[in-house]
């Protein structure tokens, strides 16, 4: 994979060929940034470059054509370790580190990457999900980290460090990636006609907040309209209105029986909200504000009427980030939705007091 088949990001794809180039590159990176945006993608494209046979010593490019590359790119290569959170589970489990209770260091990303590299010179490990990483998980995967064996590299991947355990985070060198301009997530729309979003494409990539995942998800009218119905609810200054709790939890709902497609929909109105009171901070401080043509009008109602302090917009975002905790365990989602939107009500009317969470 050529760096130039990824979208944005130059400045991180100079920044490795730097280290690259000085011959100083760390064992072991976090790289963050929200999801849909590339990372994985980058992953990938670092470890093919790595392992690339045609690679000269000073320049960090994979040819792409070499057998190497061919076995990253078809995700065959034996010296690349893959690690992501199970569908079913909330968390990265220690049997993907360690193996299960019977074959305990028997198996798994920790006994793997300290086996000899079988086709190049060294291994690399990509381990998605890293938000995701339980404190067991966490505390065997410290070990590897602190004596990391040589010439390998770890790239865990999450959306913020301060998800991070304290323990990870401290053996790593962070990498932040932005979100992707509007141009560039049009750009990755144009180039997957597969997608069938071509009469779509300027207002999906607008709406889409940088995220490739965004923008295929509201690539479904359904999901479309639910997202312009919330933003005008958030825009009310009172979320609670009209029984918009059951509302929301009908939208997750509609998406099925499995527990993890309801999680992503539960996720999706977090971070729409999230957003939200992103881009009206933007406007409330005179800055210029992005989202689509529905979020500017949305903006617009919201300001007029909006009296509390940005201190009261931080305190929104603290609270939906919370819930979003509270869905990652497994809460009540009925009761959680209620109770988020009863404290955004409070806290848009310029109240501190919050419901018991």
Known sequence: MSWRSIVGHAEVV???QSLHARGNMPSTFLLVGPEGIGKRLFAEGLAEALLCHNRSNSLLQACGNCASCIQVQKQSHPDVLRVERPAEKNV??????VGDREHRSETGLCRDIRMRPQVGSRKIAIIDDADYLSTESGNVLLKT????????V?????????????TILSRCQIVRFDPLTPNEVADVLRNHPEWEVDDRIIELSEAAAGSIKTARMLADSDILQFRNDWLE??????PASDDFA???????????KEAAAKRERYYFVGDQAIEFYHQLTRKYAGQKTEGGQTMQMMLERAISSWGGSLAQLAAIVERIVDFQSQIESNANAANAVDLLL?????LAAGHDCLSAT
């Open 14 to 16: 100079e920044h490795f």
């Open 92 to 97: 990265l489990p220690i049997e993907l580190f």
């Open 145 to 152: 980290l602190e004596e990391p064996p040589e010439g390998a």
């Open 154 to 166: 770890i790239l865990l991947l999450g959306t913020s460090s301060h998800r991070q355990l304290r």
């Open 233 to 238: 609810q958030l825009a009310s200054g009172d």
């Open 246 to 256: 059951g509302t929301l939890v009908k939208f997750a709902e509609a998406a099925g």
């Open 342 to 346: 009863s404290d955004m009500r409070r």
